[in-house]
């Protein structure tokens, strides 16, 4: 009786294994989350460094003195000015989509220096200096990815010093200095290399017409100078604020 039992119970369990087997529910299938890139984002302010190297063009006309000024001015040549230059910026970008839009301020020192014998008086040298200059401008860009094309303009202001000497000697006769303004535009392109950090080669072309500068000499005679200058200089920029973004 004992072994009937036993026996009856175990096929009851046999059968009743592929039933609850069946009751099991299948392992469910989970597809693989989908890659998220992630993009830069130019978004915020920055800071950084520049140096590079400027020309100035520079044409002088005698125009008298400041008691006796003449009707017509008479050219006395011209020449560039040119040399190395350093300084820094500070500007805020914002990005909408794949367009970037900024404003910045830059300042430098610069050593842009030139000189040519006058043709109305070749018995004096004329000599300028660009000294420093600051910009002031909007930009506008487009970026792929960490990668940036901009264009920029707005106002520029230079620091200007003048001189005349003797050809023959170089005895200084007359000298001038001035702060004049003017407007910039230029353009450059802007790679970010880790999330923060980004190089830029930059060129600025600048405006500065002309203007009547007194120099003070035995005589204070003035001089009509025309004047405009082209930089190109490379950039380094730390940015902070939001340096990449997750795009679904």
Known sequence: MKKLFLGTVALIALGAAPAMAA??????????????PVVYDWTGFYIGGNGGWGTSRKC????????APLVTNIGEGCHDASGATAGGQIGYNWQFSTWVFGIEAQGNWADFKGSNVSTLFPGFTNESKIEAFGLFTGRI???????LLYAKGGAAVVSDKYNYYTTLGGLTTGTASETRWGGTVGAGFEYGFTPNWSFAVEYNHLFLDSKDVTFTSPATTVDRIKQDADIVTA??????????????
């Not at 009751?23 to 998220?36: E, M, N, S, V, W």
Request: glycine share 10%.
């Open 23 to 36: 009751d099991l529910a299948a392992r469910p299938y989970t597809k693989a989350p989908p890659i998220i």
């Open 60 to 67: 002088w006309d005698y125009a008298g003195t400041a008691a």
């Open 141 to 147: 860009g487009y970026a792929w990815n960490n990668a």
């Open 235 to 248: 950039r380094i920029n730390y940015r902070w604020g939001g340096p990449v973004v997750a795009r679904y």
